[in-house]
């Protein structure tokens, strides 16, 4: 958020910015099908970026599509609807209707083709392609979502209520930063924490398997990764900007909810791996939230643990249908951001990750098995078959903690006391207490066979939470239904 000084003035001082924000998975594809269902992967069944991991696939289309909240707000709310920007890493596909499919519950619809471009992309319009080239004044995607966005709030009805999803790809590669933001902070780097360029002791073999210390072409790399994706920054900083502006010219801003977030965090050599994201640790699963509207108090920080799975029901909520109509996983915001007194909250969030990996080797890194993939740089894997996991993390007033396992043959668990150890550094699974370590389990495997409203029963560590061994097995033996990514 260090860039973007207008969004944290015109949104986060102007209501409330949430401390405690996650995603339940740290990959594109998975987290956007969770803020569009308002459900963790495990009931949308998108594990991975691609076709065959449902994303963006003919079953999603047909099952979860007609479902998500957009679609409810149109359908049944009577919202017109505006998207621009990254849908899913695989729209457009031709296997998968191409450009020509509509999702439901759009009103306009101003998608990109598969994954993050600045440049050189092609945008379905309602349905009809439009390519675009390297022109910065008609062609920088970023600008142009800007641009389609104010015009929509120009022509849209005055009659119907409105809700607009923009989505620009930015900071995501290529980080192609406009011209005038080319040169912008030049003398920033990737930050130095504690857990920066150093080895993953006691952690999954995957993290283990990173150089320490990193080279100096990979430090050069990511930290300027680093730069260019602040670089890019500037431009989505703009863009909040103009809509505010327009929204206030226009007499509505007053009357408006503005939401601010990401799909997943980033990690710039933290614990030796260069960049990426997809791993367990703070830095890949927390994200910003800044919201701003009517009902809202200024300068407000809300510690509460929430996840994008919360942001469907909460725009329901506004709307005035109820989430419990809904098969969501996710609870209303609005009580929060309204200052609801004495309010039972949750105290855990599940996350969930299915682990990608090539059947080959990798030609540019011989000497690795196959099973590995996003191998760069320096042949620094950043994943594979077995980085599938999944975990409880538990923010209460007593605890902050983060229990993993892994789905691999020796089931390999990461546990973290975050009080203590807010980096990450040091995995405690071997040395805390048993009975802790026998709760936090099955916590898990509660968590991670739940749907709706067992998604939000209490925690490990609340006061009303009881352990029934029946929700382990009540769907189908839990090994299978624990990582059930795999059986898609």
């Known amino acids: 958020?260090?860039?973007?000084?207008?969004?944290?003035?015109?949104?986060?001082?102007?209501?409330?910015?949430?401390?405690?924000?996650?995603?339940?998975?740290?990959?594109?594809?998975?987290?956007?099908?969770?803020?569009?269902?308002?459900?963790?992967?495990?009931?949308?069944?998108?594990?991975?970026?691609?076709?065959?991991?449902?994303?963006?696939?003919?079953?999603?289309?047909?099952?979860?599509e007609p479902n998500t909240f957009p679609a409810i707000l149109r359908s049944a709310c009577g919202y017109q609807t505006f998207f621009a920007g990254k849908y899913l890493n695989e729209y457009g596909a031709p296997d998968a209707g191409g450009l020509e499919h509509v999702p439901l519950g759009w009103s306009y619809w101003y998608a990109l083709e598969k994954n993050s471009k600045y440049y050189n992309y092609t945008l379905s319009i309602n349905g009809k392609a439009?390519?675009?080239?390297?022109?910065?004044?008609?062609?920088?995607?970023?600008?142009?979502?800007?641009?389609?966005?104010?015009?929509?709030?120009?022509?849209?009805?005055?009659?119907?209520?409105?809700?607009?999803?923009?989505a620009p790809p930015a900071p995501h590669s290529p980080w192609t930063a406009a011209p005038q933001y080319q040169k912008a902070f030049q003398n920033v780097f990737a930050?130095?924490?504690?857990?920066?360029?150093?080895?993953?002791?006691?952690?999954?073999?995957?993290?283990?398997?990173?150089?320490?210390?990193?080279?100096?072409?990979?430090?050069?790399?990511l930290d300027s990764a680093f730069r260019k994706r602040w670089q890019t920054l500037l431009s989505v900083d703009d863009l909040v900007e103009k809509l505010i502006k327009r929204l206030a010219s226009t007499g509505e801003l007053n009357n408006t909810y503005v939401f601010y977030t990401s799909d997943n965090g980033y990690h710039t050599g933290q614990f030796s791996l260069p960049i990426d994201k997809r791993q367990l640790y703070e830095f890949d699963i927390k994200v910003p939230l800044l919201v701003r509207g009517p009902g809202i108090k200024p300068n407000q920080t809300s510690k509460m643990l929430v996840a994008n799975i919360?942001?469907?029901?909460?725009?329901?909520?506004?709307?005035?249908?109820?989430?419990?109509?809904?098969?969501?996983?996710?609870?209303?915001?609005?009580?929060?951001?309204?200052?609801?007194?004495?309010?039972?909250?949750?105290?855990?969030?599940?996350?969930?990750?299915?682990?990608?990996?090539?059947?080959?080797?990798?030609?540019?890194?011989?000497t690795l098995s196959p099973g590995v993939s996003q191998c760069f740089p320096d042949c620094v894997c950043e994943d594979a078959y077995n980085n599938t996991y999944a975990c409880v993390r538990t923010v209460s007033s007593a605890w902050d903690l983060q229990y993993c396992e892994f789905d691999d043959q020796e089931v390999f668990v990461e546990v973290y006391n975050l009080t203590a150890d807010p980096e990450q550094l040091t995995n405690i699974a071997k040395s805390i207490d048993p009975e802790l370590l026998g709760k936090m389990n099955y916590r898990l495997m509660m968590l991670q066979s739940c749907a709706g409203p067992s998604c939000r029963s209490p925690g490990a560590f609340d006061p009303g939470y009881r352990f029934d061994p029946r929700l382990m097995f009540s769907r189908g033996g839990f090994r299978t239904r624990r990582f059930s990514g795999r059986l898609l």
């Open 1 to 64: 958020m260090t860039p973007l000084k207008k969004t944290k003035a015109l949104v986060g001082e102007m209501g409330m910015t949430f401390s405690s924000a996650y995603v339940p998975s740290a990959l594109c594809c998975p987290s956007r099908a969770s803020i569009l269902t308002g459900k963790y992967p495990h009931n949308h069944h998108v594990v991975n970026n691609t076709l065959e991991g449902n994303c963006s696939s003919r079953s999603w289309q047909k099952i979860q």
């Open 130 to 166: 439009r390519k675009h080239g390297e022109n910065y004044s008609v062609d920088y995607l970023t600008d142009v979502l800007a641009n389609v966005s104010l015009d929509f709030l120009d022509y849209k009805s005055n009659s119907e209520p409105f809700f607009m999803m923009i």
């Open 191 to 221: 930050p130095r924490s504690k857990n920066f360029n150093v080895h993953g002791t006691n952690k999954h073999w995957l993290i283990r398997q990173a150089k320490t210390p990193m080279t100096n072409s990979s430090i050069q790399f």
């Open 310 to 366: 919360d942001l469907g029901p909460t725009i329901l909520d506004i709307a005035g249908y109820s989430p419990n109509r809904t098969q969501m996983d996710g609870m209303s915001l609005l009580p929060i951001l309204r200052g609801a007194s004495n309010l039972t909250w949750r105290s855990d969030v599940l996350v969930e990750y299915q682990g990608e990996g090539r059947n080959v080797t990798d030609p540019t890194c011989p």
